[in-house]
């Protein structure tokens, strides 16, 4: 079978298994109820696009539709597991540089305007630069820097156009950051009261206090959701937040907010709670900006990359759970990331000590030491999963005469520090969602990209980027993605500290969910989970 029919192929299957997963008896689903969520932070706003963090996509995801998405009955997002959505099928032509999408007619917004294709075009000139002044903010704007143009062919048939092959686009479309906007709806609205597709409407949003969804009863796949409506209440602190799930006050948590030691407290105290451990597709990692003296002395850089002992974070945050990669997601779950064998041949990935050592000498060549200590401030998010590596980090880094000290910045305000690069060295968390190296290396070291937080810039590293990104042959494109990340931990671009593990738990009650495994940010639609109170 050729390539192009097994691409038709594909597409067409994926759409008769969503047609057959629409179609299945509901006699085990129960209609009705409010899902009641926490989230742990104040979200700086409700539209996915011009933001990072989960905080948005997690409450906000259920508002909208993508074109297709990842199936979310199966744990490992892939290819393979990409259904549609808006989209009913996908052709590639046979230059792979366009990708036409087929789409739904019996689809409306939220308010009762029509869907049609103008929606998708319109969206996608505001993430590819053609309509440059809708978004405040486009982090993801360099997923589609090689996408020239999205053409209609009447209401209901686009096509996508690309400068050059890019494999990976359809994943990119399916993550859960990349949502169908309303062409007749201004940016400040999508950020403050957003209209969608999607299963559940947007009601209110109290900063600091809840959200509120209700039910589309509108929706466009009959008989779903099965939700009346999904209240989420914010609560920063995690004690408070896990001992109220734990006494009933909440049926979810927020995804991988339950580290591996509360876990076995959360356990504890409620046993029958449903808990899933898994990898988050999240790393930990340490920005340095790279403008700012001191910190554009590449050699200080050095030292402290050396002073970091990753084992060390592991051990103590996930009781060793975390695994040790660069930027790509360790194997088996990731498919790009490096095994353990090439791993430790990279600088700073060797005898934590020696390392240490190491640093301290190049420190006092600099002129620092025990009396004369370089003072600086740790940037890091009100987030405890950004706080608590931030305390340890601090910690290492005054091992090598820094007299460094934690600069907690409120939650809602610290992807605005970070897109203004306001920061000399922070703790940063970042998740691209997807497990592909266009999601992950572009968008965070390519010198166009608006999310490089470290201000990195390499032109070897923008043609090798641009190099595997039309590289169809997967063992050539690892081996590229490879020599990629040996030089940005050469040139301490954005040191990987680990890769996170967390657990999402919920009451025996909630069902439907099936929680993925190598990413925390695609399965958050609700339209097909249910309460079985």
Not at 73 to 84: C, G, H, V
Not at 335 to 355: C, F, R, T
Not at 384 to 389: A, C, G, V
Not at 516 to 529: A, G, L, Q, T
């Amino acid at each position: 079978m050729g390539s192009r029919a097994r691409r038709l192929l594909s597409g067409a299957m994926a759409t008769t298994a969503f047609a057959l997963a629409a179609a299945s008896p509901a006699a085990a689903q129960k209609q009705g109820g409010t899902l009641r969520i926490y989230n742990s932070s104040n979200p700086p706003g409700a539209s996915p696009h011009e933001d990072t963090t989960i905080a948005v996509v997690m409450p906000f995801m259920a508002v909208y539709n993508n074109l297709v998405r990842f199936d979310p009955a199966e744990p490992r997002n892939s290819f393979d597991t990409i259904i549609p959505e808006l989209a009913t099928s996908w052709e590639w032509d046979a230059t792979k540089t366009r990708l036409t999408f087929k789409l739904r007619s019996d689809v409306k917004w939220h308010d009762g305007e029509p869907f049609t294709g103008k929606d998708v075009q319109c969206t996608f000139h505001r993430l590819n630069g053609k309509e440059p002044d809708y978004l405040r903010r486009n982090p993801r704007g360099i997923w589609y820097e090689h996408l020239t143009e999205v053409t209609l062919n009447g209401d209901f048939e686009v096509t996508f156009h690309l400068s050059q092959p890019q494999p990976s686009l359809l994943a990119m479309l399916a993550s859960g950051y990349t949502a169908i906007y309303p062409c007749h709806l201004s940016a400040r609205d999508m950020r403050t009261k957003p209209i969608g597709t999607g299963p559940f409407k947007f009601v209110e949003f109290k900063s600091n206090e809840s959200i509120r969804l209700v039910r589309n009863s509108d929706y466009w796949m009959k008989g779903r959701p099965y939700l009346d409506a999904i209240e989420w209440r914010i609560v920063p602190n995690r004690s408070t937040r896990i001992l109220a799930f734990a006494a009933g006050e909440f049926d979810l948590t927020q995804t991988a907010d339950i580290t591996p030691p509360l876990l076995k407290d959360l356990k504890k105290n409620a046993p029958n709670v449903v808990c899933s451990l898994l990898p988050t597709n999240v790393t930990t990692h340490m920005l340095v900006n790279r403008e700012r003296p001191p910190f554009d002395n590449p050699e200080l850089r050095r030292a402290m990359l050396l002073a970091l002992d990753r084992q060390a974070f592991i051990d103590i945050l996930a009781l060793g759970k975390a695994k040790l990669a660069v930027n790509m997601m360790p194997p088996p779950e990731g498919s790009w990331g490096m095994p353990i064998e090439e791993l430790k041949k990279l600088p700073s990935y060797g005898d934590p000590v020696a390392q240490r050592d190491e640093a301290r000498k190049i420190m006092t060549q600099l002129g620092y030491g025990p009396g004369n200590r370089l003072k600086v401030k740790v940037a890091t998010r009100d987030f405890n999963t950004f706080r608590d590596p931030a305390v340890i980090l601090v910690d290492q880094l005054n091992k090598i005469y820094f007299d460094a000290e934690l600069d907690v910045i409120e939650s809602s305000l610290w992807y605005s520090r970070l897109f203004k690069k306001d920061y000399s060295v922070a703790l940063n968390l970042a998740g691209a969602g997807i497990d592909d190296p266009d999601g992950v290396l572009k968008m965070g070291f390519a010198c166009k990209s608006e999310a490089n937080f470290s201000q990195y810039c390499n032109r070897e590293i923008d043609k090798l980027l641009d190099q595997q990104s039309q590289e169809p042959d997967v063992e050539k494109r690892k081996a590229l993605v490879w020599r990629i990340e040996r030089i940005l931990v050469e040139d301490v671009a954005r040191p990987i500290i680990f890769h996170g593990h967390g657990a999402t738990c919920w009451h025996p009650y909630f069902k439907g969910h099936v929680q993925h495994e190598n990413s925390i940010y695609n399965n958050w639609r609700f339209d097909n989970v249910w309460l079985d109170k």
